[in-house]
């Protein structure tokens, strides 16, 4: 029979006195606090959410320190294994390539197999072609000044134009000829600093679908939309490949760093509400004795890259034709052409 007060034990037939236990300081923690409790008002899932946030902040960032970490170690092998500083500037490049292309759980099977063969070859031809033609209109050919070139340019076999439906070949020729320095300087650099990095992961035959994509659509929606237009310039391809690399980063976002990924969204919406605004004065605001220029093709390779282009580029390390996202994408893309074609033969204002 025990009797306990106040730490001391009472025992029949006798007194003793037990020794006080004092607390340790780790014993001295706070009584735990149920998940669903609200002490301070707020409802446990908020509660919930923000530590799976914490939790995946802290995952980023160990990933980064990993990262990091793998960078330094590869680059001091290669010094000591005589590698040299081309290779190690090399890797370097195609380690900042990833991270701007390619989602995390991509950038490994990148790496293991990065190498500059095939080079960019089809950016950089189409950007040379384009260049090409643009100084024949611009030098040999008789022009009153380069900023904007003058209603003489309507003359080119390669000009999208509304009499010359029934040439083909004008709906994928209208690329080449740019309508001033502005013009082709802004498609140039856009298609460059975004086409040569995509073209280094994805290889020429992907980037030119998408880019090729973007140029027939633009076409197509500008006879559509803007049938009484001329059409010039390769912003429908630029737009293409803006918009397969819009839809990766805002799919991926969460495996970004979030300042980082949030600096590319503004920089890409930026950029189109610049180039946007660009087009639609050459449409709407040139003087009358101008040639006003279609601005529809911007927005249907948009929309050609945030198809086509997103299914191709977010397929790095898979087979892209059993991906049932691209033949969707292509199924809806013909069709599309298919309604192009005969609203230009039985329907078109141009007939």
Not at 113 to 132: D, G, K, Q, T, Y
Not at 204 to 215: E, I, P, Q, S, T
Not at 225 to 236: E, Q, T
Request: net charge negative.
């Amino acid at each position: 029979m025990e009797f306990h007060k106040e730490g001391k034990a009472l025992e029949s037939g006798g007194c003793v006195r037990q020794p006080r236990e004092e607390p340790q300081p780790e014993d001295l923690e706070p009584p735990a606090v149920p998940w669903d409790s609200c002490p301070s008002g707020v409802e446990g899932e908020p509660r919930t959410m923000a530590a799976v946030h914490d939790l995946e902040m802290e995952s980023m960032n160990l990933n980064m320190g990993r990262e990091m970490k793998e960078e330094l170690e590869e680059e001091e092998k290669m010094r000591e294994d005589g590698g040299g500083k081309d290779r190690a500037k090399s890797r370097k490049v195609h380690r900042i390539v990833s991270k701007w292309m390619l989602p995390e759980k991509a950038r490994g099977t990148y790496l293991e197999r990065a190498n500059c063969f095939p080079p960019p070859v089809f950016i950089i031809s189409i950007s040379l072609a384009e260049l090409a033609v643009f100084i024949y209109y611009a030098v040999w050919k008789p022009q009153k000044q380069w900023i904007t070139l003058d209603t003489r340019i309507l003359e080119s076999p390669f000009i999208y134009s509304p009499e010359k439906r029934e040439e083909a070949w004008r709906f994928i020729s209208y690329m080449l000829v740019h309508a001033g320095v502005q013009h082709i300087l802004g498609n140039l650099c856009m298609q460059l600093v975004l086409g040569i990095p995509l073209e280094m992961v994805h290889k020429g035959l992907r980037v030119g679908l998408v880019y090729l994509a973007g140029v027939i659509a633009g076409s197509l929606a500008s006879s559509i939309f803007d049938p009484l237009r001329y059409l010039v310039g390769a912003s429908g391809g630029v737009y293409a490949l803006m918009g397969g690399y819009f839809m990766n980063v805002l799919v991926n976002f969460r495996e970004m760093i979030p300042a980082f990924g949030i600096f590319r969204l503004l920089v890409i919406i930026l950029i189109i509400v610049l180039d946007m605004g660009f087009a639609l004065y050459r449409r709407f605001f040139v003087p009358e004795d101008g040639s006003p220029v279609s601005f529809a093709a911007h927005i249907a390779g948009g929309f050609a890259g945030m198809s086509i282009g997103y299914t191709v580029f977010s397929c790095f390390d898979k087979a892209l034709l059993k991906d049932p996202r691209f033949w969707i994408a292509i199924v809806a893309y013909l069709a599309c052409v298919l309604f192009a074609v005969f609203f230009n033969i039985f329907l078109s204002p141009a007939n």
